[in-house]
C-alpha cells in the first residue's frame, strides 16, 4: 500500500467504536489529536486551507492504524505537485439490477476506448460496490483540464455505447447500466487507495481486478491478506513507470 501513499494527501475514515454501528469519521487534515509519524503539511501548499496530511512511511501508516483509521483515500497528486495530477480516476458504479458482468464487462470497454486514445489503465475493486479505471498521467496539466478531458471522455464513452453506460446520476437513470462518474477528477477531491480496507460490514479490500471477480466486494481485509502472500507478481508494477501525456488524447477526443 505505501507506493500508494506516498506524498499523497489524504482523508481518512475513522471508526473509533468499530464500524457495527459505531459513527464514523472522515478526517482530511492535521487535527488536535495528533497522529505520530504522519506529515502535516505547511498551509502555504495549499493556501486557505487546514494542514494536508500524507502518509509516507509504514511507521505513519500503523500509526494511522492505530489512531482507527479503516479506509485511506488519496488525491490525484502529489505535494511536490499539488496542482497537477499524475492520475485519472474513473468511478464505476453499478446501477440497480446491474450484473456484475455488465460492469466488468464496461470496465473493460472503458479499457479498450481509453486504448485508443493511447492510454492504458489499471483497474481495482473499490472494495464496495464497483470499480475504479485509473490511469497514470505525466503531470504537466492543470486539475481543471485533467477533469475535462475525464468529462469529454465519459461522454464519449455514453455517446458510443449508450445501452451500457450512463453518466447521469439518479438511480432511474442507470437501471441495468453502468454509471460513470469523472468528479473524483477534481481537485482536492479523493478516492479509496489500492488495499485499503472500507469501513463496511465485510470490510472489503480495494484489490486489482481479476478475470474471476464476482463482486467488487470479492476482496476482504483476511482473504485479500492471505491471497497476497501468496503472489509474487506485482500487478501495480509497471503502473510507476507508465506515465502518459494526455495532450494527443485530448486532441483525439475533440
Ligand atoms: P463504491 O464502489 O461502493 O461506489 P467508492 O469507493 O467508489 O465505493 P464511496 O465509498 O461511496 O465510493 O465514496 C465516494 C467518495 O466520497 C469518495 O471519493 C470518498 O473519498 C468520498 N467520501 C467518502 N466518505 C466521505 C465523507 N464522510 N465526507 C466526504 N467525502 C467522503
Ligand atoms: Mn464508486
Known amino acids: 500500500m505505501s507506493p500508494h501513499l506516498k506524498d499523497r494527501p489524504v482523508a481518512m475514515v475513522r471508526a473509533p467504536s468499530g464500524i457495527a454501528g459505531g459513527e464514523l469519521f472522515f478526517q482530511k487534515h492535521a487535527e488536535r489529536t495528533a497522529m505520530p509519524g504522519l506529515t502535516a503539511h505547511s498551509r502555504d501548499l495549499w493556501p486557505k486551507h487546514p494542514p494536508l496530511l500524507t502518509v509516507d512511511t509504514v511507521d505513519a501508516l500503523l500509526s494511522a492504524a492505530q489512531m482507527n483509521v479503516v479506509e485511506l483515500h488519496t488525491w490525484n497528486s502529489t505535494v511536490s505537485k499539488l496542482d497537477s495530477p499524475d492520475r485519472v480516476i474513473f468511478d464505476l458504479d453499478p446501477g440497480d439490477g446491474g450484473k456484475w458482468k455488465h460492469i466488468q464487462e464496461a470496465a473493460l470497454l472503458l479499457r479498450v476506448l481509453l486504448s485508443e486514445l493511447g492510454l492504458e489503465a489499471w483497474l481495482k475493486t473499490s ?72 469501513a463496511r460490514p465485510g470490510m472489503e479490500v480495494s484489490m486489482e481486478q481479476l478475470t474471476e471477480l464476482k463482486s467488487g466486494a470479492q476482496w476482504n481485509v483476511q482473504t485479500a491478506r492471505e491471497y497476497l502472500s501468496f503472489q509474487s507478481h506485482d500487478p501495480w508494477g509497471d503502473y510507476w513507470s507508465r506515465a502518459q501525456p494526455l495532450a494527443a488524447a485530448i486532441k483525439r477526443l475533440r
Open 127 to 198: 472494495g464496495g460496490k464497483g470499480l475504479h479505471v485509473v490511469v497514470p498521467l505525466s503531470s504537466r496539466l492543470s486539475y481543471d483540464a485533467v477533469k475535462s478531458f475525464s468529462q469529454y471522455f465519459v461522454r464519449y464513452l455514453t455517446k458510443t455505447i449508450p445501452e451500457r453506460f450512463s453518466a447521469v446520476s439518479g438511480a432511474s437513470n442507470r437501471v441495468g447500466k453502468v454509471y460513470v462518474d469523472y468528479l473524483r477528477n477534481g481537485m482536492g477531491q479523493t478516492t479509496a487507495a489500492a488495499f485499503s480496507a472500507r
